[in-house]
């Protein structure tokens, strides 16, 4: 199997796990949603849709919806959730850097936290355009490499093996100026906002537990170091001080850019 092909399977077994985050992101789905300008009757694609939050909620807003990520089990969850919130979407097992839809085949492309994670930006800007109508919304949240999570990306990236050349780091899509970059003259009107997604936690320690259970990057680095005690111990140590500084009254502050542009 080829690098890229390695790393995209890795990804579609490691988030298997992302189920009880969901239930975290619901308020940051409703801030996407609002700022790209959803509205009935349009077509929208949910990228790296996991268990549908973004999906059910453009749905609610009258939107028809068709949500695609590469894991099955968050897919299962996403029907699941639409069925749950009396929503009819179309969910698809699929890779964002092969769109499995014709060209301009909707009128919004929306992702939360999902196409930051294709091994390859410039394949999935092209694939995320291709499918979105002239004139239609592309909309994206990441995470900015300054924060809190942008800074875990950082801090797990030096506990594991280099990844293959070619494949981008996840936070550089929440870097203005990448971003800017990577749209580039196909697009118009680019405008940015922030958002704060606040995950409950008892404690720091509290919040890292429940990253090693169900968060795929913080999985992956409990695997390589599951032998090494004192370095397990020294980057759980170093996760907890990072979380302390973003915890107050019983939450960690995760803030987030969100990206908006017309297609020319």
Not at 116 to 122: L, Q, S, T, V, W
Not at 132 to 152: C, D, N, Y
Not at 220 to 239: Q, T, V
Request: glycine share 8%.
């Amino acid at each position: 199997m080829d690098p890229i092909a390695s790393f995209k399977e890795a990804q579609r077994n490691g988030w298997a796990s992302f189920i009880p985050f969901e239930i975290v992101t619901t308020t940051a789905a409703a801030r996407l949603v609002s700022f790209a300008g959803v509205a009935k009757g349009q077509r929208v694609l949910d990228v790296g849709c996991g268990t549908g939050v973004v999906a059910v909620t453009a749905a609610q807003r009258g939107a028809e919806v068709v949500g695609l990520d590469l894991t099955p089990q968050l897919l299962v969850r996403a029907k699941e959730n639409a069925q749950i919130a009396g929503m009819k979407i179309t969910f698809e097992e699929g890779d964002c850097e092969a769109l499995p839809f014709p060209d301009a085949s909707f009128d919004a492309v929306l992702s939360q936290f999902g196409h930051m994670f294709a091994p390859r930006p410039d394949v999935a800007v092209k694939e995320m355009l291709r499918v979105l109508k002239p004139g239609g919304v592309i909309a994206f949240s990441t995470w900015p490499p300054e924060l809190m999570t942008g800074r875990m990306f950082a801090m797990i990236a030096t506990y594991l093996p280099p990844p293959p050349p070619g494949i981008a780091a996840p936070p550089q899509w929440g870097d203005v100026g990448i971003v800017r970059e990577r749209l580039g003259s196909a697009v118009t009107g680019l405008r940015f906002d922030r958002g704060t997604m606040p995950a409950p936690a008892m404690s720091p320690e509290h919040f890292r537990d429940f990253a090693e259970r169900f968060a795929a990057p913080v999985q992956r680095a409990m695997g390589s170091l599951k032998d090494e005690p004192a370095k397990l111990a020294r980057f759980r140590k170093e996760f907890d001080e990072l979380i302390r500084e973003y915890f107050t009254d019983n939450f960690v502050r995760q803030d987030f850019l969100m990206t908006r542009a017309i297609k020319a």
